[in-house]
């Protein structure tokens, strides 16, 4: 039986990947800069909120980590979604525990066994994506001037 991966798998599904796992957590920017060379502004992404709190549970080496693919509270429903993500519209990764039994799930519907899932990965997985997010924002936009005010996440954490 086939199931969405936007809905919550039924009760008689196999049992969630036993935890706690150690996962990269992120949070999503507030707000991104969007349009034609960078100068609209967008609260979150089209999936989350600004500011939701996300699970990485998987990346894209092939592609530089440019997405990655996380589990978060969508952003119309409040149910948990399965998404890829631009590694750009992330900030503040750390490892972190989950115990979240509906992430758990998430990760057996993905096929994913977490026996991967240690501190030691997510440590030098976070230390990766946080030094490859403020590029990517950077190299997007190429150089282009920030709108004025501008409230992207890079302005908004840049002193002065």
Same mark, same amino acid.
């Given at each position: 039986?086939?199931?969405?991966?936007?809905?919550?798998?039924?009760?008689?599904?196999?049992?969630?990947?036993?935890?706690?796992?150690?996962?990269?957590? =992120?949070? #999503?920017?507030?707000?991104?800069?969007?349009?034609?060379?960078?100068?609209?502004?967008?609260? &979150? @992404?089209? /999936?989350? +909120?600004?500011?939701?709190?996300?699970?990485?549970?998987?990346?894209?080496?092939?592609?530089?980590?440019?997405?990655?693919?996380?589990?978060?509270?969508?952003?119309?429903?409040?149910?948990?979604?399965?998404?890829?993500?631009?590694?750009?519209?992330?900030?503040?990764?750390?490892? =972190?525990? #989950?115990?979240?039994?509906?992430?758990?799930?998430?990760?057996?519907?993905?096929?994913?066994? &977490? @026996?991967? /899932?240690? +501190?030691?990965?997510?440590?030098?997985?976070?230390?990766?994506?946080?030094?490859?997010?403020?590029?990517?924002?950077?190299?997007?936009?190429?150089?282009?001037?920030?709108?004025?005010?501008?409230?992207?996440?890079?302005?908004?954490?840049?002193?002065?």
């Amino acid at each position: 039986m086939s199931h969405d991966l936007d809905e919550e798998p039924p009760m008689t599904a196999e049992r969630p990947v036993p935890g706690p796992l150690w996962l990269v957590a =992120a949070n #999503v920017v507030r707000w991104r800069r969007y349009g034609n060379g960078g100068q609209e502004l967008r609260p &979150g @992404t089209k /999936a989350y +909120r600004g500011g939701a709190k996300v699970y990485v549970v998987g990346t894209h080496a092939g592609m530089g980590h440019e997405q990655v693919t996380t589990v978060g509270r969508g952003r119309h429903t409040g149910a948990y979604i399965t998404i890829d993500t631009a590694t750009r519209h992330l900030h503040t990764f750390r490892p =972190a525990s #989950v115990h979240s039994p509906a992430v758990l799930r998430r990760l057996t519907a993905l096929g994913i066994d &977490g @026996t991967w /899932a240690t +501190r030691e990965y997510a440590e030098e997985l976070t230390a990766l994506l946080g030094s490859l997010a403020p590029r990517y924002r950077e190299e997007h936009w190429g150089g282009a001037p920030h709108p004025g005010p501008c409230r992207c996440h890079t302005c908004l954490v840049t002193p002065g």
